[in-house]
T-cell receptor, first 112, second 114 residues
């Protein structure tokens, strides 16, 4: 079945550091891929998505590229801010299936 | 635009008791989802409704969990009787329709079963 494996946390970085959170997946066919973010005390929010191979999703300075050959969708940001502190979830949705399959989440803390 | 509303935000009960959670999706959203998020894990889909019909309830423990969306708008999820392992955050999400990529999530209900 479908599965998502993401980098275990917690991850602690200094402000303005470069961020990478790894995500790989197993799925039948070509799924859509997502990154969701959960800020403290809030619900999950869609951060970015990509629906086909080589697509790049981007939002709020974050980027992730759909790599079919490595079945990966790593999240990157060039310069993180304290306000980026949150839990990040990688997820996929297979074609014809409405269910989102999530990874376990990565807690990110940015220190000033 | 108002987001997905859930209540209560927190609930503490003893095992074998019953509990119910309520969700009001974004206005006009036909599809509603309930997810269970156990601490340290990603959310897992329990049930999906399209209007007032069930689309997928394959991962709902039907011996103790039930859900309804009688008028195709708000929904309730019930656990009866609760077990210790039901301690989790219960998330409700909605989307405009099936096949739509974006699901919008509510803040969740945190349940602790003692």
């Amino acid at each position: 079945g479908d599965s998502v494996t993401q980098m275990e946390g917690p991850v602690t970085l200094s402000e303005e550091a470069f961020l990478t959170i790894n995500c790989t997946y197993t799925a039948t066919g070509y799924p859509s891929l997502f990154w969701y973010v959960q800020y403290p005390g809030e619900g999950l929010q869609l951060l970015l998505k990509a629906t086909k191979a080589d697509d790049k999703g981007s939002n709020k300075g974050f980027e992730a590229t759909y790599r079919k050959e490595t079945t990966s969708f790593h999240l990157e940001k060039g310069s993180v801010q304290v306000s980026d502190s949150a839990v990040y979830f990688c997820a996929l949705k297979s074609l014809g299936n409405e269910k989102l399959t999530f990874g376990t989440g990565t807690r990110l803390t940015i220190i000033p | 635009e108002a987001g997905v509303a859930q209540s209560p935000r927190y609930k503490i009960i003893e095992k074998r008791q019953s509990v119910a959670f309520w969700c009001n999706p974004i206005s006009g959203h036909a599809t509603l989802y309930w997810y269970q998020q156990i601490l340290g894990q990603g959310p897992k889909l329990l049930i999906q409704f399209q209007n007032n019909g069930v689309v997928d309830d394959s991962q709902l423990p039907k011996d103790r969990f039930s859900a309804e969306r009688l008028k195709g708008v708000d929904s309730t999820l019930k656990i009866q009787p609760a077990k210790l392992e039901d301690s989790a955050v219960y998330l409700c999400a909605s989307s405009i329709s099936t096949g739509t990529e974006t699901q919008y999530f509510g803040p969740g209900t945190r349940l602790l079963v003692l």
